[in-house]
């Protein structure tokens, strides 16, 4: 059982200890408090964990400074949605807004090769007015002798050129906790140029021991995503690890699932469940069509498969995009043959456009037919 106070309620008002105190003292549950940063104030919500089966969401709702009760199913307890309509979704970070009722996108390249390479994609962007971007630094590789990514050693001129070119946010993946700190030292070291959300990749998204110590730290959000042999609800699972250790603020990715069904691509696009994420938690949803389509491949209509994938998520309501673009995709080290072309970002930011549009449409046609 979740309850919600009342958002003017600080922890030294009497109203606060009282419902706190009364809370406490129910035997065999045990009140946990978990603070929700807003951009204007702090929202507490209080989980009661334990047997809360024989507790009345009336007589809770009653105490003071109360202003919801939610009873929870048992799964996903902080990034369930438990058919709550109301429970605030989404975040802040560095200037840039994350939730399910908007839309991002993350263009850049897989992996970081040369500095040249990082400030055209940075430019690209900036010149069509987009402040994220995606860059990996650590590519964990399934074969060991493969191009492993440079590591701590890109970080400086990333996050330099990032704040040359106004890029606020961006997803870079981490294998191991101790890139996390490499990032902060490095942001430090270059005077927060930039920022930048973690991605926990499709291999790790089961290494609960790494998911601990990301949810431990505050600083920065995370891109999870989804495991690529498990199924959508392990996955949603092992979100919740973020949760549980403290940090929230979690957007949570499709990007095709393994199997020969999916051949010609890379992987099973998977983007039908966007609205069925929306619906059973809280978290933004992302879309990764170059993880799950894998070539750039195009149909006798002109269109890659890459950008009619993307269009898809966005139809569906997905309100992150991350994708895969290269300046010379024969040179790059990473996933040359899935990367977009400079000279095709134009023409896919307006395709985003047309389904962003379309699927704004359709939100409101649906918004219609349930007022009637
Ligand atoms: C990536 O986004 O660079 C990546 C490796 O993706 P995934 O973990 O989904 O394979
Ligand atoms: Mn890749």
Redesign the pocket.
Known sequence: MIVILDPNITEHSEEYQQTLDYLSQLAGITPHIHKIQGTQQTLTEIYLIGDTKSLSTEDIHALPGVERVIRISEEYRILGRHRDKQRTSGFEYNGVRFSQDNLNLFAGL?AVDTPEHVEIMFKALHEHGQTCARM?AYKPRTNPYSFQGHGQSCLPYVFELAGKYSIKVIAM?ITHEDHIIEIHECLEQTGHPTGVMV?I???NTQNFELLKAVGRQHEFPVLF?RGFGITLNESLNAAEYLASEGNSRVIFCL?GVKTNMGDPHRNLVDFSQVPVVKRLTRMPVCV?PS?SVGSREHSPDGILDLMHATAQGIIAGANMV?VDFHPEPAKALVDGPQAMLMSELDWFLQDVTLAWDCYQKRHALAEKHWAR
């Open positions: 897989c990996g993946e991605q990749g499709t291999r995503k990007r990764d993880h991350l």
